[in-house]
């Protein structure tokens, strides 16, 4: 996916990210505060997923998030590209219940998030409901002046940091793992 094209706008970026199951969140975050990050705070998120065509739409409801975020992604293991648009927004119920009534729900995510930075990097430490533990680390190129070389290395640097086993990396989003979980109890 070439980024060029998401850096003609203000709220257009690029991520470099991994997500990945973990046991002990708690020892995962204590290696990254060894590095002093910046802790941005605790958010408790809601993400609505809404019924696209292609890629993916959420609106995120946080009390330090507060964003309609459309992100292109391949569903594949380890780091991976996003090329993201964000919207950042006050909270009102209109703008969901707009969405909702003109895409429709797919899938909403309810989710603990700590929140640290280090430089161009974002770390969340999440306890997803029904699902369980995970971190991801987003490298964000926000104007084109970092390179996704560069964001690949900083992932690398991360999943080393937090010992990621190549089993740890979970390759489709929040969403995904909800709608299967979902979809395995009502078949089986």
């Known amino acids: ?23 002990d969140i708690n020892e995962l975050e204590q290696r990254l505060l060894a590095l002093d990050p910046r802790f941005a ?29 459309h992100y292109e992604r391949s569903n594949v293991a380890g ?6 648009i964000l919207y950042q927004h006050q ?31 974002k770390f969340h430490f999440d306890v997803v409901e029904s699902l369980g533990s995970f971190v991801e680390v987003e490298a964000i190129d926000t104007d084109g002046t970092i390179g996704i070389e560069r964001l690949k290395s900083q992932c690398a640097e991360y999943a080393g ?12 989003s929040y969403s995904d793992l909800l709608l299967a979980k979902k979809s395995s109890t009502e078949n089986g």
């Open 41 to 69: 705070g605790t958010d408790h998120q809601i993400d609505t997923y809404f019924n696209t065509a292609s890629n993916r739409l959420k609106l995120r409801e946080g009390n330090i998030e507060n964003a309609l975020i």
């Open 161 to 172: 940091l937090f010992a990621i086993r190549p089993e740890d990396y979970i390759d489709v």
């Open 79 to 84: 780091a991976k590209q996003s090329n993201v």
């Open 1 to 23: 996916m070439p980024p060029i094209r998401f850096f003609a706008q203000k709220n257009m970026h690029v991520n470099y990210e991994f997500k990945a199951s973990c046991t």
């Open 91 to 121: 909270p009102d119920a209109a703008l969901k219940q707009i969405l909702a009534r003109t895409l429709g729900i797919r899938v909403v995510v309810d989710k603990l998030r700590r929140i640290y930075f280090i430089g161009n990097v």
